[in-house]
């Protein structure tokens, strides 16, 4: 039982990550039709900034925010400079192009700062754990389940209570309407993508807090596996984005504890059969959107 518990916990630190992440493509997606690969380097760049903040000696309380807000400019910039001219083009064109903004990023990684893994200063604390009720649970851990509560919280009250919350959500549901309804596409589609790199920094300081290094192509991975979690949840649909995070955080935990030793090498696949077998039963999604709802797969 203690072990079910222990590895619940462990689940729920990395299936927050995968929320977070998966919110954030959920967010442009939703808005713009627009899977944004170049998400992941997103992750890279506030992982950067904590680490040239922890060489500059600067506190880890003050190098988070700032670790938060570089990919928010990064993501705005993104969406100016690469998304906004292509904004009216087909959806393979976003596509190429958010994969051309994520190879030029990777390499501007490695040739202006390092190919290689770069370590990262984190507060001793983080390497600590606590004892809880019998359970032995890592600080960073527990850090990235409050953390990710607090987040999709405040992205719950943001959504519902602000402004520019509520025309994203209009803007989701039928933007072609909510333009009619005096609603700048502009502001709507920057606000997203700052929400979108919001996200993204929030996980990647998560990320980093729980491996201490960063390289060219941290984000990869985790938002290779975030995209997963989107169509899992119900691609567009911001609670299905949650959903089908903290599901494949489950997935993922529960395989590599209680699968047999000889099964190990197969983890990654049956994690992925499960997936299928989800989408097979629930092909919108486990909560599909709501202009998804009426369509039939």
């Given at each position: ?171 989701a549901e039928d ?40 390289d060219p192509l ?78 039939k797969v």
């Open positions: 039982m203690d072990l079910i518990l222990q590895q619940t916990v462990n689940a729920l630190a990395l299936g927050g990550t995968y929320a977070l992440l998966a919110l954030g493509l959920a967010v442009v997606f939703s808005i713009m039709g627009l899977i944004n690969f170049a998400h992941g380097e997103l992750m890279t760049i506030a992982g950067y900034v904590l680490m040239y903040c922890g060489l500059a000696g600067i506190p880890f309380a003050v190098s988070v925010p700032l670790a938060v807000l570089a990919p928010m400019l990064a993501a705005m910039a993104m969406e100016r400079v690469a998304f906004r001219p292509v904004r009216n083009a087909s959806g393979a064109t976003m596509l190429v192009t958010s994969f051309a903004v994520a190879m030029i990023l990777q390499v501007l990684f490695q040739n202006l700062i390092s190919a290689r893994s770069q370590p990262v200063i984190l507060p001793d604390a983080l390497s600590q754990s606590v004892t809880i009720g019998g359970l032995i649970i890592g600080v960073n851990k527990l850090f990235a389940i409050l953390a990710t509560i607090v987040m999709l919280i405040a992205l719950e009250l943001f959504m519902k209570k602000q402004k520019h919350g509520i025309a994203m959500r209009a803007a933007f072609a309407i909510a333009r009619l309804m005096g609603i700048r596409a502009n502001t709507v589609i920057s606000a997203a993508f700052a929400l979108s790199g919001l996200l993204a920094g929030v996980a990647a300081v998560l990320w980093v807090s729980q491996r201490a290094s960063v941290m984000g990869f991975t985790p938002v290779l596996k975030a995209f997963i979690a989107a169509i899992l949840g119900g691609l567009g649909s911001l609670r299905g984005a949650v959903a089908g995070g903290f599901v494949l955080g489950f997935i993922e935990v529960f395989l590599a504890a209680f699968l047999p030793s000889a099964w190990q090498e197969f983890r990654e696949p049956i994690g992925l059969s499960l997936v299928v077998l989800i989408l097979i039963l629930r092909p919108n999604g486990l909560i599909p959107a709501a202009t998804l709802q009426a369509q």
